[in-house]
């Protein structure tokens, strides 16, 4: 199975910009969709969005719609969340997810998901 290594998580102001890094090993990451989830804390863990393998078409939730968007490079098996007017509800855990690649996109729930990132700490504060 697919392997997942996020990374980029820090402190940042609110407003400020951030860009998480995902790199896949030990799968063809050509056959996976690929997906953010966000845990803020105390709360369970909620998708963020994903990026379909065929068509590369990114979703997002409506609250992040037109501040992240998801992009990836396949040279490199890597997946990309650049965040931007970041707010301080964005605080919390981000994890990368991978599921094989399905033709249908849809908003993923967590039984959805074929492979975990360990996650990385993401603080928006002044």
């Known amino acids: 199975q697919v392997q997942l290594v996020e990374s980029g998580g820090g402190l940042v102001q609110p407003g400020g910009s951030l860009r998480l890094s995902c790199v896949a090993s030990?799968?063809?990451?050509?056959?996976?969709?690929m997906g953010w989830f966000h845990q803020a804390p105390g709360k369970e863990r909620q998708f963020v969005g994903a990026i379909g393998a065929y068509f590369g078409r990114p979703i997002y939730q409506d609250s992040v719609k037109g501040r992240f968007t998801i992009s990836t490079d396949n040279a490199k098996n890597m997946v990309f969340l650049q965040m931007n007017s970041l707010k301080s509800d964005d605080t919390g855990v981000y994890y990368c997810?991978?599921?094989?690649?399905?033709?249908?996109?849809?908003?993923?729930?967590?039984?959805?998901?074929?492979?975990w990132g360990q996650g990385t700490q993401v603080t928006v504060s002044s």
């Open positions: 997810a991978a599921r094989y690649r399905r033709i249908e996109q849809s908003f993923w729930g967590e039984k959805d998901v074929n492979s």
């Open positions: 030990g799968g063809n990451f050509r056959e996976y969709d």
